[in-house]
C-alpha cells in the first residue's frame, strides 16, 4: 500500500469526545531556567534561543517505567537595569508550563543590559517563587546560566542552596567564559554545595553544526503542517499568528539546525495546540464539529451537512498523521546521523573538545533525571 492510500485515522467525532488514558499521577520533571540578562551576556541569548528546540525534543522523550513525563518550565531572569533593585534586580517571567511555545516566546523578549548580577538572590527569588512539586520521586532542577559573581549580592548564595536542598531541588551553574573564570567567581562552588553540576560554555567556541540529508525533506514537510493547521476561534486565529511568528523567528536564526528542529517537536505529542487548533482540539475531545464557529471555518465546508463536515476533517486528520510520522521517522534518522558523525569542527581554539550548550545541558539533566529512573528515549 502507497503512503497516500494509508488507511484513514477516524476520531470518532459524531459520538463523544474522545478519551485518552492518562495515569493518575504522571512523572513530573521541573526545571527553571535562571538567566543573566545583564551586560555581556547577549551572546548566550542567541545559543539558548537557537538550541530550545533540540533540548525541548529531548526531555518530552523524558518517561518512567515506561509513563510518559510531563515536563514544566519556569524561567527567571536577573542582573537587568530594568528591573527594581527593590527586587534585587530578579523577575520570574514564566511560572511552570509544559508549553515550550511559551517559553520560546518569553526568550526572544529578553533584553540584555546590566550590572547588578546577584546570583543569590535568583537562586533565591527561583526557590521561593515557583511552586515547586514536593514529591521525592519528581526531579526538580536549576540551571542558572550566567557570566557574573556569586559572592555578589544581598543573598548569601549559601543560604539560598541550602533552601533549595530542603526542597530537594538541584542547582546546576553553566557559566558563559572560561572554566577558570567560573570557579574563581563561585559558580562551582555553588553547584557543589547545591548537589549539582558545573559547567562552563567558552565565548570561543568553535561548535559547526553539521547539515544533513534529511533537513530539505523535514522543512518541506514543516511547510506542509504548518499549513493544516486551522484556528478554533477568532481570538485563537492571534495565537496562531504568535505560533507562525516563532516559526519565523526561529527560521531567521542562524543556527541552521534550529528551525529543523522546532519541526520535529511539533510532530510530537507533546506539542499543544489542542486548546487553539481545530484538528488536534477535536482529536483530544476539547471541542466537536458540531460545536465549531462557522466563521472559522474554511469557507469551502460552511455549507456542508455535520456528517459531511465530520468527514472532512477525518480526512484532514488523515493527512496531518501521515504528516506527522514522515517527520517523526526524519527526525529520528536525522539524530542518529549526527550522533555517528566524527567529533570534527567542535574544538575550542586551545584543544579542548567543546559541547553545544544543548549538549551540554541535557548532559547535566540526563545524568540527574537517571537518579529518579527517567530515560530520555
Same mark, same amino acid.
Given at each position: 500500500m502507497s503512503e497516500d492510500a494509508a488507511p484513514k485515522v477516524f476520531l470518532n467525532i459524531s459520538t463523544s469526545a474522545v478519551q485518552r488514558h492518562i495515569p493518575d499521577t504522571k512523572p513530573l520533571m521541573q526545571i527553571a531556567l535562571v538567566i543573566d540578562t545583564g551586560a555581556g551576556m547577549s551572546g548566550i541569548d542567541s545559543v539558548i534561543k537557537s538550541q530550545l528546540w533540540k533540548i525541548a525534543n529531548s526531555l518530552v522523550s523524558a518517561e518512567k517505567d515506561g509513563i510518559p513525563a510531563e515536563v514544566n518550565i519556569a524561567v527567571y531572569e536577573y542582573g537587568n537595569d530594568s528591573i527594581p533593585a527593590g527586587q534585587k534586580h530578579t523577575r520570574k517571567i514564566l511560572s511552570f508550563v509544559p508549553d515550550f511555545d511559551a517559553v520560546a516566546e518569553k526568550l526572544f523578549l529578553l533584553k540584555f543590559r546590566g550590572k547588578n548580577k546577584y546570583c543569590g538572590a535568583a537562586i533565591w527569588a527561583s526557590i521561593n517563587g515557583l511552586d515547586w512539586d514536593r514529591g521525592q520521586d519528581v526531579y526538580k532542577a536549576i540551571f542558572i546560566i550566567g557570566n557574573g559573581s556569586f559572592f555578589d549580592g544581598p543573598v548569601d548564595y549559601r543560604n539560598a542552596v541550602a533552601a533549595s536542598s530542603r526542597k530537594g531541588i538541584q542547582v546546576n551553574c553553566i557559566y558563559y567564559g572560561s572554566k577558570e573564570q567560573g570557579i574563581e567567581a563561585g559558580w562551582a562552588g555553588c553547584s557543589d554545595l547545591g548537589a549539582g553540576k558545573y559547567s562552563n560554555y567558552e565565548?570561543? !567556541?568553535?561548535?559547526?553544526?553539521?547539515?544533513?540529508?534529511f533537513d530539505k525533506k523535514i522543512l518541506k514537510l514543516g511547510s506542509e503542517f504548518n499549513r493544516m493547521y486551522l484556528p478554533l476561534s477568532s481570538g485563537d486565529k492571534i495565537r496562531y499568528k504568535v505560533i507562525s511568528k516563532l516559526d519565523s523567528s526561529t527560521k531567521k536564526m542562524a543556527s541552521s539546525g534550529a528551525y529543523i528542529e522546532r519541526i520535529v517537536f511539533k510532530a510530537t505529542d507533546q506539542y499543544l495546540s489542542s486548546s487553539?487548533?481545530?484538528?488536534?482540539? #477535536?482529536?483530544?475531545?476539547? #471541542?466537536?464539529? &458540531?460545536?465549531?464557529? &462557522?466563521?472559522?471555518?474554511?469557507?469551502? #465546508?460552511?455549507?456542508?451537512?455535520?456528517?459531511?463536515?465530520?468527514?472532512?476533517?477525518?480526512?484532514?486528520? &488523515? !493527512?496531518?498523521?501521515?504528516?506527522?510520522?514522515?517527520i517523526r521517522a526524519l527526525g529520528i534518522q536525522r539524530r542518529r546521523y549526527l550522533a555517528e558523525l566524527p567529533e570534527k569542527g567542535k574544538d575550542n581554539i586551545n584543544g579542548s573538545r567543546a559541547l553545544s550548550f544543548a549538549d551540554t545541558f541535557l548532559k547535566i539533566a540526563g545524568e540527574q533525571a537517571a537518579l529518579k529512573n527517567f530515560k530520555f528515549r
Open positions: 565565548y570561543a !567556541a568553535k561548535f559547526v553544526e553539521e547539515q544533513t540529508q487553539w487548533d481545530s484538528l488536534d482540539g #477535536i482529536k483530544t475531545g476539547n #471541542i466537536k464539529v &458540531s460545536e465549531l464557529s &462557522s466563521s472559522v471555518l474554511p469557507k469551502e #465546508i460552511r455549507n456542508m451537512s455535520l456528517s459531511e463536515m465530520e468527514e472532512y476533517f477525518n480526512v484532514k486528520a &488523515s !493527512a496531518r498523521k501521515r504528516l506527522v510520522d514522515k
